[in-house]
């Protein structure tokens, strides 16, 4: 069974940069896509961008020029960066697998991890 | 602003059914499969429906999912006090390159 697990920095300096990684255990890495998404406090789902096991990505428009994600296949886990932060990132952050197998993400997210909360302040 | 936009809210009493809307467009769920997520508080969010109306191992038939055009709903049967979370819809975007797209979710009450 397919489990993931976020691990990073729970604080973040305003300007700097949020990294997160996602540890996948029991499967291979090697298909599907591989998903962020994220909950502001209080407030609805964010889909940040997914990446493939080959390294094809992509991001959420409005994130697009802070966000790369970028898989390790050798380690079995694949990482977030977002660039620039502020107070409005704060948010828990989400891993999860997309189980599309096409040239795209599908939305069809399952397994998640569990999340993992960063905020952003000084 | 979400790009697929549900009720923020709806309750309903035990036993009762409640259906949840999404609309959405062309770009999204007019040309791609709709997906359900339910949220229990705290929690991360589980998978409900699939491909519109698929159901996962686990999921009772109590939850159903449908499409019709560029909407989507989640019904709800046979209400139960652990029903109460919030539900997403999600979906494919084609515009641009590419991108997921979430409803805003919608909080269900069992009175």
């Known amino acids: 069974q397919v489990q993931l697990q976020e691990s990073g920095p729970g604080l973040v300096e305003p300007s700097g940069t949020l990294s997160l990684t996602c540890a996948v255990s029991?499967?291979?890495?090697?298909?599907?896509?591989w998903t962020w998404i994220r909950q502001p406090p209080g407030k609805g789902l964010e889909w940040i961008g997914c990446?493939?096991?080959?390294?094809?990505?992509n991001y959420n428009p409005s994130l697009r020029s802070r966000v790369t994600i970028s898989v390790d296949t050798s380690k079995n886990e694949f990482s977030l960066r977002l660039r620039s932060v502020t107070a409005a990132d704060t948010a828990v952050y989400y891993c999860a697998r997309d189980r599309s197998t096409g040239a795209a993400g599908t939305l069809w997210f399952d397994p998640w991890g569990q999340g993992t909360l960063v905020t952003v302040s000084s | 602003q979400s790009v697929l936009t549900q009720p923020p809210s709806a309750s309903g009493t035990p036993g009762q059914r409640v259906i949840i809307s999404c609309s959405g467009s062309s770009s999204n769920i007019g040309n791609n499969y709709v997906y359900w997520y339910q949220q229990l508080p705290g929690t991360a969010p589980k998978l409900l429906i699939y491909r519109n109306n698929q159901r996962p191992s686990g999921v009772p038939d109590r939850f159903s999912g449908s499409k019709s055009g560029t909407s989507a709903s989640l019904a709800i049967s046979g209400l139960r006090s652990e029903d109460e979370a919030d539900y997403y819809c999600?979906?494919?975007?084609?515009?641009?390159?590419?991108?997921?797209?979430f409803g805003g979710g919608t909080k269900l009450t069992v009175l």
């Open positions: 990446i493939s096991h080959n390294g094809n990505t």
């Open positions: 029991g499967g291979s890495i090697s298909t599907y896509y």
């Open positions: 999600a979906a494919w975007d084609g515009r641009l390159s590419g991108s997921g797209v």
